[in-house]
């Protein structure tokens, strides 16, 4: 029986064998800022469907690590999972329909051997804007794929993409197992714009996905992804009677997302990525007291996760203990209000249903994530006032920025001040970096104290002396032209309709705050800001590095 460690290797050879570069992996956290994570094998060459020349060449394969939050209540079925290894294969304007389906036809029923009688494929069948897909019809059918083996679907079930806000997208055609989806085969002939517009790329790309344990599963013959040699040692330090439970799946599949996610660098927090971690990580804890499991149970988990996939991620490996550090000390947070959480719980769902401020009372207290106060309320088939948690969250915001403020007057008008200039002076900073380097340039975080500001953004390389110094000189030739800072509010469309430059779209509400520097600069912002660049005095960098894969850090301060 093949391991899953030889197919990912035999999928990779095969396609290098047929003319494909095989690329590495990308990090979990991409480039692109309108996504969180890594969804999908194409996401680290999207723009080579848009016409950039690709490093690589034409053709590529790889075997990527993704992880989507998008299935999550379907995880513990055993096929569904957050963390998952993508195989592709990818062409940008290189052969298209004919080979791809060839391709994997051969891959499937000649190399793995996998009978044919277990499978059956689905192709686009049209809609108003997209015809429908005879192509991939007959090329199935000249491959003795039979008319009834061949299902018609929709938008739904057979187009694919963007990921993010626009990008790269097309109809599909997909190959089942056993009634699984196990390949799904993109072609990549137009474009979805923001609006969600679709128009004609200038060159047609196949972008194709298989989730490695699906495959091991199909070629293992297991029943789910939980018996196969990616789970099988995790579920059995879980313990219990042989039955794998949904519980189990939950907790496996959690803390597999959680080392992957922690390798990345990401910790536990009320944001962002820090939230999707501690969301599943505070998810798998709670399972894990359904079944009785005992204190720190994560620990040897992440441990058995660790020896499946060391020989293929060496960093999982040689960041061992900071993984499980992260992982054991938010056991040890969690633990010592999670009981409570859920006697408080128990007490105001008496009720038959909960109010939005009780909701956020067990975020704020008792550490619940909003999805886990909601999971407990679907169990016992009542609502959580969502709109209210949001008002509730969003004022505790304001009262806790309010405090902030106060205790950084406190140390002094002159201070408040310094922060401001800096703030202006990372609008200008971002919008510099744009120019210089390009549009693909987006803040990825910032960090502003009296004394310098801190500024994170996508990049994939190192800036040279000579890009630092030209993005120096753009931002103090504008602080010069002492342009006006302009305060204006909009719907959160219109903004960004208007060409306002957003971090997170999930983060803001529906009226936002918009600052725009002369015609330099236009983004979402909070302020406060100065009135006049000319304020600023002089800019000046003082450092630039790495922080992450693609992304970079500036330092720098004004004189
Ligand atoms: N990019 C194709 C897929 O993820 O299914």
Not at 500 to 523: H, M, N, W
């Amino acid at each position: 029986m093949k391991t899953s460690k030889e197919l990912r290797q035999l999928f990779l050879d095969f396609f290098s064998k047929r003319g494909h570069r095989i690329v590495s992996s990308s990090s979990l956290i991409p480039s692109d800022p309108s996504v969180l994570f890594t969804t999908a094998g194409m996401q680290q060459f999207k723009l080579y469907y848009l016409g950039e020349k690709s490093p690589y060449g034409k053709n590529v394969c790889s075997c990527q690590k993704c992880f989507r939050t998008s299935d999550i209540d379907e995880v513990g079925d055993g096929r569904h999972l957050t963390f998952l290894e993508m195989l592709g294969n990818f062409s940008f304007g290189g052969y298209f329909k004919k080979e791809a389906i060839e391709w994997a036809f051969e891959f499937l029923f000649k190399e793995l051997k996998i009978p044919i009688e277990r499978a059956y494929v689905t192709v686009f069948e049209g809609d108003k804007e997209v015809p429908p897909d005879q192509e991939s019809i007959k090329i199935w059918k000249r491959l003795g794929i039979s008319e009834n083996k061949i299902k018609k679907s929709g938008r739904k079930d057979n187009f694919w993409g963007p990921t993010g806000k626009e990008g790269p997208c097309g109809p599909t055609t997909e190959i089942y197992i056993d009634g699984v989806e196990v390949w799904n085969l993109v072609f990549n002939e137009y474009y979805q714009d923001e609006n969600g517009k679709l128009s004609l790329l200038p060159q047609k790309g196949v972008d194709t996905g298989m989730g490695l344990e699906r495959l091991t599963m199909v070629v293992q013959n297991k029943s789910s992804v939980y018996e196969t040699d990616l789970f099988e040692s995790i579920i059995k330090e879980i313990g219990g009677s042989g039955a794998i439970t949904r519980e189990k799946g939950i907790i496996a599949d959690h803390i597999k997302g959680a080392v992957f996610l922690i390798a990345e660098d990401i910790v536990p927090s009320n944001l962002e990525r820090g939230y999707v971690l501690r969301r599943i990580l505070r998810r798998a804890i709670r399972y894990g007291k359904l079944l009785n499991l005992p204190k720190f149970f994560l620990v040897p988990l992440a441990q058995r996760v660790i020896e499946i996939y060391q020989s293929v991620y060496p960093e999982l490996k040689s960041k061992e203990t900071e993984i499980l550090t992260v992982i054991q000390a938010e056991e040890e947070k969690f633990e010592k209000v999670l009981s409570q959480g859920l006697k408080q719980f128990e007490k105001i769902s008496q009720k038959g249903f909960l109010s939005g401020l009780e909701a956020f009372h067990l975020f704020d207290t008792y550490g619940f994530p909003l999805e886990m106060t909601q999971e407990l309320a679907k169990e016992k088939n009542i609502k959580v006032d969502l709109k209210g948690f949001q008002e509730a969250f969003e004022r505790h915001r304001q009262i806790s920025r309010a405090g902030a403020e106060k205790k950084f007057g406190g140390i002094g008008k002159e201070a408040t001040y310094q922060a401001t200039k800096l703030h202006t002076a990372t609008h200008l900073l971002h919008s510099a970096l744009r120019k210089i380097l390009g549009e693909h340039v987006r803040q990825m975080g910032s960090d502003i104290t009296p004394a310098r500001l801190r500024f994170d953004f996508s990049h994939p390389k190192k800036l040279t002396k000579e890009e630092i110094e030209k993005v120096e000189a753009l931002v103090n030739e504008k602080i010069k032209e002492d342009l006006e800072v302009k305060r204006e509010e909009m719907d959160y469309q219109e903004a960004i309709k208007s060409g306002a430059l957003a971090f997170f779209k999930e983060k803001y509400p529906q009226r936002v705050t918009v600052y725009s520097i002369g015609d330099f600069s236009k983004e979402i912002c909070a302020g406060p800001h100065v009135k006049k660049t000319s304020e600023l005095g002089t800019f000046k960098i003082v450092k630039e590095e790495s922080c992450g894969a693609g992304v970079r850090r500036i330092k720098a301060i004004l004189e």
